[in-house]
């Protein structure tokens, strides 16, 4: 697996310099937005996507809304994914504080593990080209929102280039100068806190090599996750290198695993074993499970979706993602079985799926500030009223705003029975419905038989009219 995905990443890596590491100061690789409990987008993301799909391949520039590359995102260096999930443990809260009036300094004898750790910080903070130059220039200017021309853009691609292989120069000045600390104090207990500061940098260094495209980087992270852990499983090194190895297959499934889907399940394997064997970390396993649960979910990974939505569940399971997990393993088992659903109707009538037997149902959740669903709603109207004879629709309304329903509805000249529950605190995503069916995007399409039996799961404008009359024709000849 490891070969197939280093030669894997080698043909596909184009990353430019202001993805990798080794500027002024040492930067995650990567955020997740662990504010958001449930991890759902209703803005315009792509194909009303959560939060953590993977979007596919970055072409590493930074658009506009107009799609060009300005002349500003041609400065600014877009981030990949959270602080605080990678790197090294933050200090506890109970931690004391640092004295007033620290003891001067000793100055570390050249080549001790003391002067290699300082010069390592040296190295990090040296400064890069144009640094100087940016902060000197307005962010404000008219000028910055230019579109770059061929000649500048040539210019730009140059002073990536030469960032890139100045940073590449330095991690790897980095990896030597923390591999010979490692080896001056791996076998002295007293100095392991210095010991866990050299693995720290050699494991920053080697990842930001390895996203660059470095084959040895890569095998080396998978053999030092191996090494530290043989070497104390509970320590701060074992799990920081465990979590190197979620940290690259994350940002590699997050470029490419629309189109590789090894990365897609290589994320998958890297959170599980990280969950699995570093319990006390619930605050870093609960997202990345959740992160690598959905993104494998939205790119057809189903089994591997299942599998850790199934650890999130089983391990995590009082947590808001846990509790989440568990609706989605409902949702994702549904095919093939009757559905229960029913809830308040918008007009003030009880709806029940039930009483729709002997025709089919189309399930719609849908809230009208989702791009994805308005985009596809004519052509879900354009079917729907086709086959008004055959089935029937009920919508899920995902907003908070009831006036904001009753105007779209109007607008768009519903015919729809909708479930909208009149209290605040179950619209939006705290819809017991969503909530209970683990609904994470819109809109989400469900197709019923005349049984009552669920269909299908997976639909959408595009593939609307197929499924209807796949489902249907085996009744109607009954008939």
């Known amino acids: 697996m490891r070969f197939a995905l280093r030669n894997s990443m080698l043909g596909f890596l184009m990353i430019t310099a202001f993805f990798t590491g080794c500027g002024t100061q040492s930067v995650p690789v990567a955020e997740i937005n662990t504010d958001d409990p449930l991890l759902a987008d209703l803005s315009e993301s792509k194909g009303g996507l959560p939060l953590l799909a993977v979007p596919g391949p970055d072409d590493g520039k930074t658009p506009n809304k107009s799609g060009k590359v300005t002349q500003a995102a041609a400065k600014s260096a877009p981030g990949l994914l959270p602080k605080g999930l990678f790197g090294k443990k933050a200090p506890q809260a109970n931690a004391p504080e640092a004295e007033e009036e620290p003891a001067p300094r000793k100055v570390a004898e050249k080549g001790s593990p003391e002067w290699l750790l300082n010069e390592i910080q040296r190295v990090r903070l040296l400064p890069l080209p144009r640094e100087d130059e940016n902060e000197n220039e307005s962010e404000d200017s008219e000028e910055e929102e230019q579109p770059l021309t061929p000649a500048q853009e040539k210019k ?88 190197t190895l979620v940290n690259l297959a994350h ?131 354009e079917v729907t009223a086709k086959y008004k004879k055959y089935c029937t629709v009920i919508g899920v309304n995902i907003d908070t705003d009831e006036k904001a329903v009753e105007t779209f509805v109007e607008n768009q000249r519903l015919d729809w029975q909708q479930i909208f529950f009149p209290g605040r605190a179950q619209r939006g995503w705290n819809s017991p419905i969503a909530a209970y069916y683990g609904v994470n995007m819109l809109p989400t399409i469900w197709l019923l038989d005349p049984n009552g039996i669920v269909a299908e799961t997976n639909l959408d404008a595009s593939n609307l009219e197929a499924k209807l009359r796949e489902v249907y024709t085996p009744f109607l000849k009954k008939k």
């Open 251 to 381: 940002a590699n499934a997050l470029r490419y695993g629309s189109k590789n889907p090894l990365w897609l399940k290589e994320f998958s394997k890297r959170a599980q074993v990280y969950a699995s064997r570093f319990p006390d970390e619930a605050p870093r396993s609960v997202p990345l499970l959740m992160a690598a649960a959905r993104s494998c979910e939205n790119n057809g990974q189903a089994e591997e979706s299942k599998t850790c939505y199934s650890l999130l569940s089983s391990r995590f399971g009082q947590t808001q993602q846990g509790m989440q997990a568990q609706g989605t393993l409902r949702r994702m088992q549904l095919k093939g079985q009757e559905l229960e659903l029913s809830g308040p109707g918008i007009d003030g009538n009880d709806i029940d799926v039930k009483a729709n037997k002997g025709k089919m149902v189309l399930i719609v959740f849908w809230a009208s500030n989702a791009q994805p669903f308005v985009q596809q709603l004519p052509k879900i109207l």
């Open 156 to 243: 730009f691609a140059e002073e990536i280039e030469k960032t890139r292989a100045i940073r590449r120069e330095r991690n790897i000045q980095i990896v030597k100068l923390s591999e010979e600390c490692l080896q001056k104090t791996s076998k002295n207990p007293e100095q392991e806190p210095i010991f866990s500061a050299a693995v720290h940098n050699l494991l920053d260094a080697r990842l930001q090599l390895a996203l660059q495209g470095d084959a040895a980087s890569i095998d080396a992270l998978y053999e030092a996750e191996k090494v530290f852990f043989e070497r104390n499983p509970k320590s701060d090194s074992a799990s920081e290198s465990a979590l």
